[in-house]
């Protein structure tokens, strides 16, 4: 998939964007996109220091549920890569809530990339 052929450079944001803040958790990431995707429903974050700041950067994060936050970071990782990507899943799931509150901590955390673009896209 097109994950395993990420470059280090982009792997190693991913990797770090989700696991967890001790980093023992780098091979289990790691072992997921060499499958081809990234298939964390577990937020490895969960209780660090970092969570509560994007909680008060963004009070829609806190209500995220975790595998939400999950993708939340994962994009988040991918941009500071320069990547961007595409978060897809079954219908319900809350992939615009994640991706707003996304955008919403991307443009506080890089006011410069406040010209940047993105946005979501939802059936009619």
């Given amino acids: 998939g097109p994950l395993a052929r990420l470059s280090g450079r982009g792997k190693a944001a991913v990797v770090a964007a989700l696991q967890g803040p001790d980093g023992r958790n780098s091979g289990a990431v790691e072992r997921s996109i060499a499958r081809g995707r990234v298939a ?53 799931l809350g992939k615009t809530a994640t991706t707003l509150t996304f955008l919403d901590l991307l443009w506080k955390l890089d006011p410069a990339g406040r010209s940047g673009e993105g946005g979501t896209v939802k059936p009619t």
């Fill in 40 to 92: 964390m429903r577990r937020n490895l974050w969960d209780g660090d220091a970092d969570e509560e700041r994007l909680s008060e950067l963004s009070p829609a994060y806190k209500r995220l549920k975790g595998y939400q936050k999950v993708g939340v970071r994962w994009l988040l990782g991918l941009a500071k890569a320069g990547f961007g990507g595409i978060l897809a899943d079954e219908m319900g």
